[in-house]
């Protein structure tokens, strides 16, 4: 008898159970405060394995009791909340003048917000120092805290590969660097995972979990820093295509004869419509916050010339919106970085230019809205994302696996 080894194998009873366990923790997560009785109903899981799996994570401490209730028919029920306070999740951001970090708990309540001066200029290797001194000092506080770190994730303006190699990195001066080894190293193999990923990817993640529109499974975040660059969410999962180059939507061209862009060509999404287009120039980093600030304030006073630059940099930003909405049909695109203290002037010509372009009524649904997380959205996409992890079954102690 000749038996095929290549067809579906059954699961590991390990790998059963670690399933099961992220299951309900993201249940708890959802829905909490809720019962064991409401996890089973819920999930299709009997009650034994249930009150099984819930041992275990109030073990692990991610999960604890908080009490009856008797808000329901029949018995009291032991009501049931996320606890995670033995543990932390951490996101970096790499800007072109700035390093940021943000630490979480289990249920996104942040630990801290740090942030320090970073050059560009700098070569690789001392842009993994600089991080890495960051992350130690990050470390460092979540320990005085009793804190297990459960990963971190680095966030990067420029095209990240699926393996997490920083491919390049216009802003930075970088090309094939592979951070997360090099921070592994630079931080002595520290005993959690490290990832790398496009910061709009990762301020995407950040506003589906901790967002005004937190829960959308289609949204699409355009950065607004130097450069505009989209994360696309698409049925509740994170779209980075084969390579993990999705959502250039910047270098998109509108015009040919249009002004030359940073990569060379004329007329691209991010040079009629960036931050240079807005300022008309493209100033230093540490010029960028106080000129727009400046922006902020003639606008207000209703200068014609910056209102007449604000509503033609709106109108591209629009045509963007509209590629998006006729392409992906999200239910939310969100503005962020320098773009949401300029929002009261573009969004008017935005939403004009999307109701004018996309064929489907009301433009599918699609709104355009300014981020509500502030210029820290990619390094809390990070600690999003290893969250992400811990719901997707890498539990901390005992038993875990990799998604």
Same mark, same amino acid.
């Given at each position: 008898? &000749? %038996?095929?080894?290549?067809?579906?194998?059954?699961?590991?009873?390990?790998?059963?159970?670690?399933?099961? +366990?992220?299951?309900?923790?993201?249940?708890?997560?959802?829905?909490?405060?809720?019962?064991?009785?409401?996890?089973?109903?819920?999930?299709?899981?009997?009650?034994?394995?249930?009150?099984?799996?819930?041992?275990?994570?109030?073990?692990?401490?991610?999960?604890?009791? %908080?009490?009856?209730?008797?808000?329901?028919?029949?018995?009291?029920?032991?009501? *049931?909340?996320?606890?995670?306070?033995?543990?932390?999740?951490?996101?970096?951001?790499?800007?072109?003048?700035?390093?940021?970090?943000?630490?979480?708990?289990?249920?996104?309540?942040? @630990?801290?917000?740090?942030?320090?001066?970073?050059?560009?200029?700098?070569?690789?290797?001392?842009?993994?120092?600089?991080?890495?001194?960051?992350?130690?000092?990050?470390?460092?506080?979540?320990?005085?805290?009793?804190?297990?770190?459960?990963? *971190?994730?680095?966030?990067?303006?420029?095209?990240?590969?699926?393996?997490?190699?920083?491919?390049?990195?216009?802003?930075?001066?970088?090309?094939?660097?592979?951070?997360?080894?090099? +921070?592994?190293?630079? /931080?002595?193999?520290?005993?959690?995972?490290?990832?790398?990923?496009?910061?709009?990817?990762?301020?995407? +993640?950040?506003?589906?979990?901790?967002?005004?529109?937190?829960?959308?499974? !289609? *949204?699409?975040?355009?950065?607004?820093?130097?450069?505009?660059?989209?994360?696309?969410? /698409?049925?509740?999962?994170?779209?980075?295509?084969?390579?993990?180059?999705?959502?250039?939507?910047?270098?998109?061209?509108?015009?040919?004869?249009?002004?030359?862009?940073?990569?060379?060509?004329?007329?691209?999404?991010?040079?009629?419509?960036?931050?240079?287009?807005?300022?008309?120039?493209?100033?230093?980093?540490?010029?960028?916050?106080?000129?727009?600030?400046?922006?902020?304030?003639?606008?207000?006073?209703?200068?014609?010339?910056?209102?007449?630059?604000?509503?033609?940099?709106?109108?591209?930003?629009?045509?963007?919106?509209?590629?998006?909405?006729?392409?992906?049909?999200?239910?939310?695109?969100?503005?962020?970085?320098?773009?949401?203290?300029?929002?009261?002037?573009?969004?008017?010509?935005?939403?004009?230019?999307?109701?004018?372009?996309? &064929?489907?009524?009301?433009?599918?649904?699609?709104?355009?809205?300014?981020?509500?997380?502030?210029?820290?959205?990619?390094?809390?996409?990070?600690?999003?994302?290893?969250? !992400?992890?811990?719901?997707?079954?890498? @539990?901390?102690?005992?038993?875990?696996?990799?998604?």
């Amino acid at each position: 008898m &000749i %038996t095929s080894t290549t067809g579906p194998q059954p699961a590991d009873f390990a790998d059963v159970r670690a399933t099961n +366990l992220a299951v309900v923790l993201r249940f708890v997560r959802e829905h909490a405060p809720c019962s064991r009785a409401d996890i089973a109903a819920s999930t299709g899981l009997n009650k034994a394995t249930v009150s099984s799996l819930v041992a275990d994570l109030i073990d692990r401490r991610l999960v604890r009791e %908080t009490g009856l209730t008797e808000n329901r028919v029949g018995r009291p029920a032991t009501m *049931l909340v996320l606890d995670g306070s033995p543990y932390a999740a951490i996101g970096v951001e790499i800007n072109v003048d700035t390093v940021s970090a943000v630490a979480v708990d289990l249920a996104g309540e942040r @630990l801290l917000t740090w942030r320090r001066s970073f050059s560009a200029g700098d070569s690789v290797n001392q842009g993994v120092a600089a991080v890495g001194a960051v992350v130690r000092r990050v470390v460092g506080r979540m320990a005085k805290e009793e804190r297990q770190v459960l990963g *971190l994730a680095v966030a990067v303006p420029g095209l990240v590969d699926v393996q997490g190699t920083v491919r390049i990195a216009p802003g930075l001066g970088w090309r094939d660097a592979d951070l997360g080894g090099d +921070l592994a190293k630079a /931080l002595r193999d520290p005993g959690f995972p490290i990832q790398v990923d496009n910061d709009a990817n990762l301020a995407a +993640l950040a506003e589906q979990r901790f967002g005004a529109h937190a829960g959308a499974s !289609d *949204l699409v975040y355009l950065t607004g820093e130097l450069g505009v660059g989209a994360g696309v969410i /698409l049925d509740g999962r994170l779209r980075k295509g084969g390579r993990g180059f999705s959502g250039e939507i910047g270098h998109v061209q509108l015009d040919p004869e249009g002004p030359r862009c940073h990569c060379g060509r004329r007329g691209c999404l991010e040079a009629m419509a960036g931050i240079g287009a807005v300022l008309r120039r493209d100033p230093s980093p540490a010029e960028t916050q106080v000129e727009i600030e400046e922006v902020v304030r003639l606008a207000r006073a209703g200068d014609a010339g910056t209102l007449a630059t604000l509503d033609s940099v709106g109108r591209h930003l629009g045509q963007g919106a509209s590629l998006l909405a006729s392409l992906l049909n999200p239910e939310v695109v969100i503005l962020g970085g320098y773009y949401v203290p300029l929002a009261p002037w573009l969004l008017p010509a935005v939403h004009d230019e999307l109701a004018g372009r996309v &064929i489907a009524e009301e433009a599918g649904g699609c709104q355009v809205v300014a981020s509500t997380l502030g210029h820290d959205a990619a390094a809390l996409g990070g600690a999003a994302r290893v969250l !992400d992890s811990v719901d997707s079954g890498r @539990l901390p102690g005992g038993l875990s696996r990799i998604p």
